[in-house]
């Protein structure tokens, strides 16, 4: 007997918002992990997140 598959994990609404926050939370992790290799402290690394978010974004300075 085969288990049911499901074909949302959440619901279909939320899936995609789930999608984007796991994504979101990976990006995050890796950009302070590759910071952190480099030898910068923690304010260093919020400031290269947000020139990072702003270069994505298009409203870099």
Known sequence: MAAPRYAYI???????AFALFIGASA??????RDEKEKGHTTQETIDSLKRRLGKATGMSS
């Open 10 to 16: 959440i619901s279909k609404n939320l899936d995609p």
């Open 27 to 32: 990006a995050v992790v890796r950009i302070n």
